[in-house]
Each structure stands twice: as C-alpha cells, then as structure tokens.
Nanobody
Framework: QVQLVESGGGLVQAGGSLRLSCAAS????????MGWYRQAPGQERELVAG???????YHEDSVKGRFTISRDKAKNTLYLQMNSLKPEDTAMYYC???????????????????WGKGTLVTVSS
C-alpha cells in the first residue's frame, strides 16, 4: 500500500502563487508514475499534471506555462508549483500514484491506484 498526503493549499489572490506538496509513504517502490488532479464543485475530476518514473511530464493546456510538476525521489515527495493563479483554478487538488507502467505516457488515460485526500486551493478575484 501507498499513502499520499497533500499539503500547501490555501486562499490566494488572483495572480498569486502556491506550491502543493504530496508526501508518499509505504510501498514507494511500487510507484511507476504520479499526477496531480483537481475537482471543482459540480465538475468532474481532471488531470492537471502528470509525471512518469523516468521524469516525463504532462501539463493540461489550461495550466501550461503557469504550473510545473516535479518530483524529489530522495524525499518521496511530489510537487506542483502554481503561478499566475486564476479564479478558475479554484478546486480540490489531489495527488495520485499508479503501479502500472506506461512508459513515457503521462496523460489522462493512466489509471491511478492510490489517492490522497486532497488539499483545497481557493483563488479570489
């Protein structure tokens, strides 16, 4: 089993920045890829950014150039640096991990096996 705990969410004004962290513990060796997802009220959960075990990354079009996913394997921690935040970025953000091997593919078709409980990001206008 893998446990994922997110932190770093909060209230920020439009144009501001936040850095989300996701600490992984447990059977870390089984993780082949990770990602950040978000779900706004009344909307479906969507992939924001993904990263493979080899370091390939994916960023959803609406966050390209503003958000950056990264991973510190030594610290077993996943990050999401969010800059130039917009009110439409307001959502619960979830960290997720997959045991499956997808090669360099890190897009939305990956199936995730482990999920954190989420951290709330609120962007005021």
């Amino acid at each position: 089993q893998v446990q994922l705990v997110e932190s770093g969410g909060g209230l920020v004004q439009a144009g501001g920045s936040l850095r989300l962290s996701c600490a992984a513990s447990g059977s870390i060796f089984s993780i082949n890829g990770m990602g950040w997802y978000r779900q706004a009220p009344g909307q479906e959960r969507e992939l924001v950014a993904g990263i493979s075990g080899g370091g390939s990354t994916y960023h959803e079009d609406s966050v390209k150039g503003r958000f950056t996913i990264s991973r510190d394997k030594a610290k077993n921690t996943l990050y999401l640096q969010m800059n130039s935040l917009k009110p439409e970025d307001t959502a619960m953000y979830y960290c997720a991990a997959t045991r499956s091997y997808y090669g360099d593919y890190v897009g939305p078709r990956r199936s995730m096996d482990y999920w954190g409980k989420g951290t709330l990001v609120t962007v005021s206008s």
